[in-house]
Each structure stands twice: as C-alpha cells, then as structure tokens.
C-alpha cells in the first residue's frame, strides 16, 4: 500500500509569481484535503476535494485553488505569491474508516519559500 | 477557531508519563490526535469519536469529554521514539466536516534518555 507523496519537496519562488504543487492520494482513499502549515504553528486547513468537485473550503483567498483527476491525485496552485504564503503544503487523503470518520494520511509536504 | 492545547512543550525523562490536553469552544463530532517529528509527515496516532472511544495504540491512549468539549491524550512509560510535535484535530458537531480538521497549535514532546 502505497503512502501520499508530494512533489516537489521544496521550492524557492519570489513574490507575485505563481505555484503548483502536486499530491498522490493512498491507494484506495478518494479525498485530498490541503493544509498549510506555518512554522511553528498546526496545520491550517485550505479544501478538500471529492470525486473532483471542491467539498469545503477554510479561510483562504480565491487566489489558492485546486484540483482533482479521476485518478484521485490533486494541485494545489497558488497566484500571485505573498511572503506569507512561505509555509509547509501538506496533501492529506482519506477515506471511510471502520468507525465511519475520515482519518487523514499525510504526505510529508512541499516546503513553499516565497523570497 | 482553533483548539487550544496545553502544555506547549513538556520534557520527560525515559519511563516517565505525560498528559497533553487539548479543549475546544465548539461542540465536537471527533478528535484526532497525531504526532509530527522534526521534517515528517504528521502521523495519525487515534480518534476518539462522539459517544464513543478508541485507544490507538498499548501505552498511548485518550479520553474525550463530550459535555466539556475537551480531549486528553495519555503516554505511559514514555519512550525516545515519543519525542515530537503532537496535535490535536477536531471535526464540528452537526456539520459535514469529515477529514476538515481544526488543528491546535502543538504541544513539542522531548524525551531524554
């Protein structure tokens, strides 16, 4: 069974530019969720998609959007890049577990410096 | 907002327990707690559930106060390997909210030989 990866793991951008950073999902899971996590800080919680159709999103602006493929993997794409935006991306997917709640697998990240 | 936890940082001595709290202001449908090391990917440890309670692994388990909204996560004669971020996630009561999680600010575990 193989994990979430993420690519790429780490990437240096400036200011204004644009980003995509991309998620396989765990065999078998069929919900990508993406997190931000600022240093020091838990993740923060950006959207989930399912069955490639946005199911929630937290308290981000429009210029952070996503995608899903039929195949369950996900982008993340960030416009016009602000320094705040310098963070860890994680990708989590997710599936029905026996208890009926959705228990996230983490990939281990793409680190975003925004300079 | 985010669930507060507490202690921010404890440092145990091999074999020695700790307690990580974890409350929050809204009415909660679960609570997941995970545990990230230094570069990794945060690492789902339980989730205890509304009604209900599940222990996750032998020497680490929790409790979940659904009248207080509160969560505690127990680790028993503590090990190196225990060393790390832990987290607390909630998912809201009464909402379609699964897998969005709110994630507290971490409480940072250090064990010493």
């Known amino acids: 069974e193989t994990g979430v990866t993420q690519s790429p793991t780490h990437l240096i951008k400036t200011r204004g530019q644009q980003v995509t950073l991309r998620c396989s999902s765990q065999s078998g899971h069929n919900t990508v969720s993406w997190y931000q996590q600022a240093l020091g800080q838990g993740p923060q919680f950006i959207f989930q998609y399912y069955r490639e159709e946005e199911n929630g999103r937290g308290n981000f602006p429009p210029r952070f959007s996503g995608l899903q493929f039929p195949n369950y993997s996900s982008e993340l794409n960030v416009n016009a890049l602000e320094l705040d935006d310098s963070a860890l991306y994680l990708c989590?997917?997710?599936?029905?577990?026996?208890?009926?709640?959705?228990?996230?697998?983490f990939g281990a990240g793409s680190r975003l410096t925004v300079l | 907002q985010q669930p507060v936890q507490s202690p921010q940082a404890v440092i145990l001595r091999e074999g020695e327990d700790a307690v990580i709290n974890c409350s929050s202001s809204k009415a909660l449908y679960s609570v997941h707690w995970y545990r990230q090391k230094h570069g990794e990917a945060p690492v789902f440890l339980m989730i205890?559930?509304?009604?209900?309670e599940q222990k996750g692994h032998e020497k680490i388990s929790a409790s979940f106060n659904e009248k207080k909204q509160q969560s505690s996560l127990y680790l028993t004669a503590s090990q190196l390997s225990y060393s790390g971020t832990y987290f607390c996630?909630?998912?809201?009561?009464?909402?379609?909210?699964?897998?969005?999680?709110?994630f507290g600010q971490g409480t940072i575990l250090t064990v010493h030989p």
């Open positions: 205890l559930l509304k009604g209900g």
């Open positions: 989590a997917s997710s599936g029905a577990g026996p208890s009926g709640a959705n228990v996230l697998t």
């Open positions: 996630g909630t998912e809201n009561a009464g909402g379609t909210s699964y897998g969005k999680l709110t």
